[in-house]
């Protein structure tokens, strides 16, 4: 890959346009493996997705009797994350045009043209296959299926979608809500209530979740020509109402295990209160929508997550 070889200078910074006839001190050169470490994290969206494999290890927890068996956990976990590494990278070579236009995404490693698209994508297609392969075999062959149809649905389905219609994000979040699901396979090898629980949990998050992002960068998003809500929806009365309508049924889904009897009692107090806290979140970006409200519910959805998952494990009986 060209910016894994011959590249020697730090990655491109933003231009200085200061007027001060002071000189700017040289950049100092990052050393090599920090530089690889860096373009690898871009390449495969690292934070999001180590927040997705969060959700397989909850889906792996939540299937698995007690005590839960750490080495299938791992194995759960590893062939996921081969498997969402893969569908980051093939993402990332199928937009480096629009990710190229947006000021969010223009610095990513192909759209910036420090790695070549082509060899990025033989690389994503070997890690995709990997991964499914090692799921099917050190997992079950469902978890490899609900890995490959995640895949599918975000490379197939969800990316070439965002340029046609708004309803992407519903499919992008079919993809987004499925990795707990390959966890809970990877456990159990079925398919039931409870891997529906999980699956609903995290669609309806990921609405309130990208909704405030997409307010933070609509002009990235319309510039690139995506066809977003927050770019058709031109008052943006739709995107906000919708807002507050997934959190509330998040709110309600969260409540399901108090219902059902498999969460003991500190699990509905503690889904209660954050669940209140985010709905507050998204009221308040409702009533308001500006930067410091869409801000404040973009890092609500990211604290809320990982402490609902973290309940749901502990309390799950
Ligand atoms: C419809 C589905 C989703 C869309 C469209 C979406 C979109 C995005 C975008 C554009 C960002 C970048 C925000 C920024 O750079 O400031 C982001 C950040 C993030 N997303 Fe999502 N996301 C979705 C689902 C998910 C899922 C399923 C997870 C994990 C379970 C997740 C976890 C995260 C995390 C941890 C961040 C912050 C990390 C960072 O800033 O790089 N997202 N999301
Ligand atoms: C096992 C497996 C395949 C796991 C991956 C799951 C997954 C794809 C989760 C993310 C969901 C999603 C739609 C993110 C936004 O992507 P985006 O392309 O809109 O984000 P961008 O604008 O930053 O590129």
Not at 19 to 48: D, M, N, T, V
């Amino acid at each position: 890959m060209k910016g894994f070889t011959h590249d020697q200078t730090p990655l491109p910074l933003p231009a200085v346009t200061s007027r001060s006839a002071i000189p700017a001190p040289a950049p100092r050169a990052i050393p090599a493996p920090i530089r690889w470490w860096r373009e690898l994290a871009e390449l495969i969206k690292f934070r999001l997705t180590l927040l997705v494999l969060l959700t397989t290890l909850v889906g792996y927890c939540i299937g698995s009797a007690h005590p839960i068996d750490g080495l299938g956990a791992l194995h759960a976990v590893l062939g996921t994350a081969l498997v969402a590494a893969a569908a980051a990278i093939l993402n990332e070579v199928i937009e480096r045009r629009q990710d190229a236009q947006m000021i969010r995404t223009q610095n990513r490693p192909i759209a910036a043209g420090r790695v070549d698209g082509s060899h990025a994508a033989a690389a994503a297609v070997a890690c995709a296959l990997a991964g499914v392969s090692y799921l099917a075999l050190f997992a079950n062959v469902l978890a490899g299926l609900v890995a490959a149809a995640t895949l599918a649905t975000y490379v197939c389905l969800y990316t070439p979608l965002k340029l046609i219609s708004p309803w992407n994000t519903w499919v992008g979040a079919v993809s987004g809500a499925l990795p707990p699901v390959i966890g809970y396979a990877g456990a159990r090898n079925v398919l039931d209530g409870t891997a529906l629980f999980l699956f609903a949990i995290l669609f309806l998050w990921q609405m309130p979740h990208f909704f405030a992002i997409a307010w933070l960068y609509r002009n990235d998003y319309e510039k690139a020509g995506f066809r977003m809500l927050v770019v058709v929806d031109a008052t943006g009365r739709k995107l906000t109402s919708q807002t507050v309508f997934f959190t509330a049924l998040l709110f309600l889904a969260s409540l399901w295990p108090m219902v059902a009897g498999t969460a003991a009692l500190p699990y509905t107090i503690g889904a209660a209160i954050l669940g209140l806290l985010f709905l507050w979140s998204a009221v308040r970006f409702h009533n308001k929508p500006n930067r410091t409200t869409a801000r404040g519910l973009f890092f609500s959805s990211i604290a809320y997550l990982p402490l609902l998952l973290g309940l749901l494990v502990l309390f799950w009986r």
